[in-house]
């Protein structure tokens, strides 16, 4: 799912100057907004940047900029109540928000409430049918629902608007291989790779449809590369173990178990069980020999 970027208060006060981060007490509620996405943004400090845009909201109760940004922090520490809240405060003020309807739509999302999430991103597109992110991801919500045909409309939607933009490709692939047609998939998703080759998620995905296609070497290639860019991303480790297994190579699959234990555990578990049914024997199965 993509992210929505943070807002950034354009128009500053006469009297700003520089802020410090030991001087927040005296600092303007534009210096205090400009922490908070620095944090965000740069740091990836989501509990500072909480803490930054909270205080800008003390000097400035009416600031709805630094209440989005607040949310956005808290959809990305999983503080889900406290985002709802304060989506919901925005479209109280301002019902044509469009932005505030796609956070509440990507907060029910990241709950696994896929159904209640369609509404606010439907909500969304209605007051800005153009926004390439809310179609997006609308269509994830939609796919995870299981109304492929209807997410791949909303994703033609997005790069038809936006032509370079890379999730749309990389989630057009995902949708096309739950469709079944797997070269179209491999189609998006290079297309996906090609305008962006340093995306973990693209070249897993990859690595998915070239098994299905019986390209393992291939297949395997993309999954070491998205584990390189990103060590701890688990569908990744999984899969690399399981072509790891496929190839015979038993102990370069064991320690992709050790890792995946400290990223994912649930998914840990489901690669032991692959791991113990290709060589552990389960001896009540076995015919016993005769006296």
Request: hydrophobic residues 40%; neutral net charge.
């Amino acid at each position: 799912m993509k992210m929505r970027n943070l807002q950034v208060i354009a128009d500053e006060p006469a009297n700003s100057t520089q802020i410090k981060p030991d001087s927040t007490k005296t600092a303007n509620f534009v210096e205090l907004n400009k922490l908070g996405v620095q944090k965000y943004l740069i740091e990836k400090d989501y509990n500072q940047a909480i803490a930054f845009f909270s205080k800008a909201i003390e000097a400035a109760p009416d600031c709805s900029r630094c209440k989005f940004n607040l949310g956005r922090s808290f959809l990305q520490v999983e503080k889900f109540d406290d985002a709802v809240k304060i989506f919901n405060e925005l479209i109280a003020v301002d019902p044509n928000g469009s932005d505030a309807y796609a956070s509440l739509g990507e907060t029910y999302y990241r709950k696994d409430l896929f159904d209640e999430s369609l509404p606010f991103f439907q909500k969304a597109l209605k007051l800005n049918p153009k926004d390439t992110v809310t179609l997006c991801n609308y269509a994830v919500s939609l796919t995870m629902l299981e109304k492929h045909q209807e997410a791949l409309e909303n994703l033609d939607k997005a790069i038809k608007l936006q032509p370079d933009f890379t999730e749309a490709y990389s989630n057009r692939g995902y949708t096309l291989f739950r469709l079944g047609r797997y070269k179209d998939a491999l189609e998006s998703l290079k297309k996906a790779e090609k305008l962006d080759p340093e995306v973990a998620q693209v070249h897993n995905n990859l690595g998915v449809v070239l098994d299905e296609l019986g390209k393992k070497k291939e297949a395997k290639a993309h999954y070491e590369k998205a584990v390189r860019l990103k060590p701890d991303y688990g569908a990744a480790i999984s899969n690399l173990a399981i072509a790891n297994l496929e190839e015979g190579n038993r102990e370069a699959a064991y320690q992709q178990l050790k890792i995946l234990e400290k990223v994912d555990f649930k998914l840990a578990g489901q690669l032991r069980n692959v791991l113990w049914s290709k060589y552990v024997v389960d001896a009540s199965q076995q015919v016993k020999p005769k006296d």
